[in-house]
């Protein structure tokens, strides 16, 4: 009998989680040291395993998930709506500011430069030479992303707040280091998930680590909206975190890209950039096709000549970690958006009846956009076969595969 009570005693295991997203709850305990000290020991027990029932579930996932929850608390939060309150009088007194006008979407004018500024003719206004051009663009890319680096360190030092409270912190901090207006309900939305799913941190790390693929996606444009296409795919192919891509992006405007080539820009905004860290990235307008790797993956996801001759080769499908057989390639970002495309003239595939996975050809618009040509919506037959013309190749098999092929240029 004595078992049954503790039995009764103890708290059934939750099971309708998703085992991923979080929600934020705000609360009030009173200003004394020993309510404070039982509150934090009621939300401890969580993590404690006599607490569960373990004929409900696992108490060992139970404990994890309580100690994630302890590990989030946030006791000090008074001193965190102060300094959100210090910063935004001191934003509020500074000239210049913030837009009069504020919409749900930052204004995008259209960019001065998509006219004017290519790599070739008279050198731009605002700069004294091409070698200028190249050098200053190499390092305000550079800038752009220590800017962003701060921008999101700064977010991710705002922890646990809920979602009104977060839209006036990120205004904040965007506003301080130049970012552009973007505090759309959105990005809030964006921020909030990645608070609450304690992922900021790690967006944060896999951003500081491709600082060399962001500066070369600008560095290597030849205007600002394949500038701004290829910033978006480095964000899509390096980070993990849905939101997190979603909430960059939304940071990285054309606008903003745009002032890197406005020109006149000050020695001591440049003084600490090295323009040769730019000198393995490829020419702006450059174009190749190459295999592709997945995220998570180590190793291209299939091999085989790619050179657009239109010769005849065979491609040969690699094993990726998700336990699939890829034979994936595409254009370069650096490619300039209206000649990003390819003849794929599909003469064989080596998968029989169902053994396919799945397949998908894309097309890139002179605007940089994607367009999906054609898709295997479910269907596990191999691609039809014949001409496509695009800009990205995938097909995926339930076993290793090869595909004839020619490749040519338009």
Not at 52 to 68: N, R
Not at 244 to 256: E, G, H, K, P
Not at 365 to 379: A, Q, Y
């Amino acid at each position: 009998m004595p078992g049954k009570t503790r039995a009764r005693s103890q708290i059934r295991i939750p099971d309708d989680w998703d085992g991923v997203n979080y929600k934020t709850v705000m609360l009030c305990v009173p200003d004394s040291e020993l309510w404070c000290a039982a509150f934090t020991g009621a939300v401890s027990t969580l993590a404690r395993g006599r607490y569960w029932d373990a004929e409900t579930g696992s108490v060992l996932d139970a404990i994890a998930t309580g100690d994630a929850i302890f590990e989030s608390l946030q006791m000090n939060c008074n001193d965190v709506f102060d300094g959100i309150s210090a910063t935004l009088k001191d934003i509020s007194l500074s000239a210049g500011c913030c837009p009069a006008d504020v919409t749900d979407e930052p204004p995008v004018n259209p960019p001065a430069n998509e006219t004017e500024f290519v790599y070739d003719g008279a050198i731009p206004p605002g700069f004294g030479s091409w070698e200028d051009v190249n050098d200053q663009v190499c390092q305000l890319a550079q800038k752009y992303h220590a800017d962003m680096v701060k921008v999101i360190t700064e977010v991710e030092n705002y922890g646990s707040l809920g979602t009104s409270v977060g839209g006036i912190a990120l205004t904040a901090v965007t506003a301080l280091i130049s970012l552009p207006w973007t505090i759309a309900v959105g990005s809030v939305a964006a921020v909030v998930f990645l608070l609450t799913d304690f992922s900021l941190r790690v967006a944060r790390q896999e951003f500081e680590q491709l600082q060399f693929e962001w500066v070369c996606a600008i560095r290597s444009a030849d205007t600002v909206t394949v500038a701004k296409a290829n910033v978006d795919k480095v964000l899509e192919d390096n980070m993990s975190n849905a939101a997190a891509i979603a909430l960059l992006q939304s940071w990285v405007t054309i606008n903003w890209l745009n002032k890197i080539w406005e020109g006149n820009h000050t020695p001591s905004e440049l003084a600490q950039y090295d323009p040769g860290v730019c000198d393995p990235c490829p020419p702006p307008g450059a174009c190749e096709l190459v295999h592709k790797v997945r995220f998570g993956d180590s190793e291209q996801n299939s091999t085989g000549d790619l050179t657009p001759n239109g010769a005849s080769r065979v491609l040969t499908s690699q094993l990726a970690q998700n336990g699939f057989h890829y034979i994936e390639f595409e254009a370069t970002q650096f490619c300039s958006c209206a000649n990003a495309n390819y003849d794929f003239n599909v003469t064989a595939i080596s998968l029989i009846g169902n053994e396919g996975a799945g397949y998908s050809v894309w097309e890139k618009r002179p605007d940089c956009t994607l367009n999906l040509l054609i898709t295997s919506g479910g269907i596990q037959t191999a691609l039809p076969l014949g001409l496509y013309t695009g800009t990205a190749f995938s097909h995926v098999g339930d076993v290793p595969f090869t595909i004839t092929l020619s490749i040519s240029t338009i």
